[in-house]
């Protein structure tokens, strides 16, 4: 009984869209983080690619998992529309880091159209409190938008991984709209 409680609640958690905590107009911490782009080793700073234009911020829980694996996938096969739209595009992930290079340049997933960085001890995720609650040493899905000066443009969060291009997409767009 207890079991299939715990499970009926687990369930329910996993259904319902959480809420990412920072919000539309909050500060965007800087960081910098190591990844991958094409399986290839590269340094990511924040500061820096914001002075392009604004930056999808994208958090993952894991490379190698079937969520994470579709969502990669659902980026990189966008991200043209970002770029033409003057937006950076990064994933990051506090899970399975051993598998970031790989995943990184994997025709089924990232295919090297985007980096992805690691998050060791989820550092990243903590700043922008998107912790996977089930899992505190991994990261949630959450998406973000950050304009050049640094501040939230959009926020989204939800394990469902099919909204994310489109949620954020859209905000990069209205983003541009307004130039």
Do not use: F, N, R
């Given at each position: 009984m207890r079991l299939a409680f715990a499970a009926a609640t687990l369930a329910a958690l996993c259904a319902t869209p959480a809420f990412a905590a920072l919000k539309t107009g909050d500060k965007a911490p800087d960081f910098t983080a190591d990844g991958y782009q094409a399986g290839k080793p590269l340094h990511f700073s924040l500061a820096d690619a914001r002075k392009k234009g604004p930056v999808v911020l994208y958090f993952f829980p894991a490379a190698e998992t079937k969520g994470c694996n579709i969502e990669a996938k659902m980026f990189a096969d966008a991200s043209d529309q970002f770029k033409a739209a003057g937006a950076t595009l990064i994933g990051v992930t506090a899970g399975n880091l051993d598998k970031l290079a790989s995943f990184s340049a994997d025709t089924e997933k990232c295919s090297g159209r985007f980096p992805v960085a690691a998050d060791p001890g989820a550092k990243i995720a903590k700043q922008y409190?998107?912790?996977?609650?089930?899992?505190?040493?991994?990261s949630d899905r959450t998406s973000y938008v950050i304009a050049p000066n640094g501040?939230?443009?959009?926020?989204?969060?939800?394990?469902?991984?099919?909204?994310?291009v489109s949620e954020t997409l859209t905000a990069v767009k209205a983003f541009?709209?307004?130039?």
């Open positions: 409190d998107s912790v996977l609650a089930m899992k505190p040493d991994w501040t939230i443009l959009h926020a989204y969060t939800k394990l469902d991984p099919t909204e994310h541009k709209a307004k130039k």
